[in-house]
């Protein structure tokens, strides 16, 4: 089974940066894909970005052009680089990876705040 673990979280000023870390207790070479979902108090669970084992991204619109998904298959770790971040961003988010919806694999998640 694997165990996915976030972190890197934390409080940070609007405009701010963070890089989130999803590192793996087994390989995720062969799970095709690997996503950072959100939750904030109040709201339903969303997407923020997915990468494929190819490498292919897709985007919320919400956060294009200010996140980046990337994936380090010999480290077993996928990265969420935030940039630019705004308060709506505050939320729990959660790594997760499967090769089929609902993804089978899940991390507990880690909070980002972005408060002044």
């Known amino acids: 089974q694997v165990q996915l673990v976030e972190s890197g979280g934390g409080l940070v000023q609007p405009g701010g940066s963070l890089r989130l870390s999803c590192a793996a207790s087994?390989?995720?070479?062969?799970?095709?894909?690997m996503g950072w979902f959100r939750q904030a108090p109040g709201k339903e669970r969303e997407l923020v970005a997915r990468?494929?084992?190819?490498?292919?991204?897709i985007y919320a619109n919400s956060v294009k052009g200010r996140f980046t998904i990337s994936r380090d298959n010999a480290k077993n770790t996928v990265y969420l680089q935030m940039n630019g971040l705004k308060p709506e961003d505050t939320a729990v988010y959660y790594c997760g990876g499967g090769d089929y919806v609902p993804y089978p694999y899940w991390g507990q998640g880690t909070q980002v705040t972005v408060s002044s």
């Open positions: 087994g390989s995720i070479f062969s799970i095709n894909t």
């Open positions: 990468i494929t084992r190819g490498g292919s991204t």
